[in-house]
């Protein structure tokens, strides 16, 4: 078997997040809209990973457990072979400026909310918009577990948000997203043993970085909405030009797998440009590209990748 591994990570981000991010008002969703998580989209990427017998990981928001029917749904998921990690309670994407004590506690809030309601105990955490600090990896550490998963070192990504930023602030619709400091422009784009005072360089941390995709270079984003909505020669190129990596960590969002037909409010739709391309599209070009994933590299979830990992890189 190949020693070259692949993860699929879903983030069960609610639409409510989307609101947010491009300064909305969270009244515009209906019932249909808020429910897109459980209703739609899990089962729709349950299809699809039994479909090319993949395993995969799903980062879940706790605070949405408030709604009784995502737990049954993370429990049904947790059966087929998703490993369930924690996203946050709160989803505060301001949250890597917390203070340490703040950051624990809201970690350790998901962490015991996550655990008691599906029954899995997380081992791995994801930054609310993909922001560390030295404070919230201290806080990741505290709960003991194996891996981190926010460090995205995408230069058009972060050069792409603080545009939308500035320009949401000049037509005074404030975005609630916060702009990750450039230093993760320098951090490594392969799975790392992190410092704790610096999460972007490498050190000697008690748990794995574990980067998600850009491709050497020029270190272009290689996730769920880039392979759903860009033309598809370029998405086809980007994959390559990942091959020789050791862990290719591919990150979707639950979004990944709507269109705009599964009611998402026009306001929304327009500024996520992706709800545009169909769902049968969306699912067709992932189902490839998860397959290929497992034609040279064996796809295993994030907590496998760490442990796998985390002897090879002392080495
Ligand atoms: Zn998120």
Redesign the pocket.
Known sequence: MSSRLASISV?L?SLG?YCRIQGLPESLLDERARSLVWATAIPRYLELFSMVGAPATF?V?ASELADPRLAPALQTAARAGVELAN?SFS?DYALSRRSRVEIEADLRQAHDAITSQTGVAPVGFRA??YTLSSAMLQAVAALGYTYDSSTFPAAPYWLAKATVMKALSVLGRPSRAILDSPNVLLAPRVPYRPSLEAPYRRGDGPLLELPMAVTPLARVPFIGTFATSMPWPLVEATFRRLRHDRHLNFELHAIDVLDATDGIPEALARQQRDVGVPVREKLKRLRRLFTWMGDDRERVTLADAAQRLSGRLDG
Do not use: A, E, K, T
């Open positions: 983030d981000d997040h980062f928001i996203h989803h609310p918009g």
